[in-house]
C-alpha cells in the first residue's frame, strides 16, 4: 500500500525564510556575559597600578629575606650549642 501524501525533502512548507547577514559584519556580542574559564577576560585598559607593584614586591623580597633571616638563625642557633 502506498499513501496518496507526496513528501518533498527539500520542501518549504512551515520553513521561514533564511535570513543571512552580509558577509563584512560580525555576530553580536553578549557584553554582559562574563568570561569562562577558558576564555580571555575584556580588556579593561588599566595599566599596572601600585598594588601590583607592592604584591610583586613581597613576593619578590620576601622569601629571600625570610631565607638569609634562616640562615642566621641557624648559624645564631649552632653558636650558641657550642659546635
Known sequence: MTSAVK???NGDAGELPARLR?????????????????????DTGKGPSMRDALVTGLLVIYPTVATVVAIVAGLFLAS???T
Do not use: D, S
Open 22 to 42: 552580509p558577509a563584512g559584519t560580525h555576530a553580536p556580542k553578549l557584553v554582559g556575559q562574563a568570561a569562562g574559564p577558558f576564555e580571555v577576560p575584556a
Open 7 to 9: 513528501f518533498h525533502a
Open 80 to 82: 650558641v650549642n657550642g
